[in-house]
C-alpha cells in the first residue's frame, strides 16, 4: 500500500520560504512521476511541480524561478522549496505518485501553507 506523507507547511510573510517533503513508502517508485499539486478552497487541484523518474522536472508557469523540486537519492522523498513566497501561493499542497504504467494515482493527506501579505 503506496503511502505519501507530506511535511513542511506553515505560516509564513510574503517573501519568506519554505521546504515541503513527502515521503513516500510501500512501492520502489521506479516508473512513478512524483508531484506537487495545490488547491484553494473552492478550486481545483493544480499542478505546481513534478519530476520523473529519471529527474524531468517541470513547473507551473507561476511558480517558475521561485519553486524547485527535488528528490533524494533513493527516490522515496521528494521536496518542494518554495522561495520569495506570495499570498496567491496560500493553499493546500498535496503529494502525488503517478505510475506512468498503471496510471494509477496515489495522494498525500495535504500540507497548509499559508503567506500573508
Known amino acids: 500500500q503506496v503511502q505519501l506523507v507530506e511535511s513542511g507547511g506553515g505560516l509564513v510573510q510574503a517573501g519568506e520560504s519554505l521546504r515541503l517533503s513527502c515521503a513516500a513508502s510501500?512501492?520502489?517508485?521506479?516508473?512513478?512521476?512524483m508531484g506537487w499539486y495545490r488547491q484553494t478552497p473552492g478550486g481545483q487541484r493544480d499542478l505546481v511541480a513534478r519530476i520523473t523518474s529519471s529527474d524531468y522536472v517541470n513547473y507551473a508557469d507561476s511558480v517558475k524561478g521561485r519553486f524547485t523540486i527535488s528528490r533524494d537519492n533513493t527516490k522515496t522523498t521528494i521536496f518542494l522549496q518554495m522561495n520569495n513566497l506570495k499570498p496567491e501561493d496560500t493553499a493546500v499542497y498535496y503529494c502525488?505518485?503517478?505510475?506512468?504504467?498503471?496510471?494509477?494515482?496515489?495522494w498525500g493527506q495535504g500540507t497548509q501553507v499559508t503567506v500573508s501579505s
Open positions: 502525488n505518485a503517478h505510475h506512468t504504467v498503471s496510471t494509477v494515482d496515489h
Open positions: 510501500g512501492g520502489t517508485f521506479r516508473f512513478h512521476t
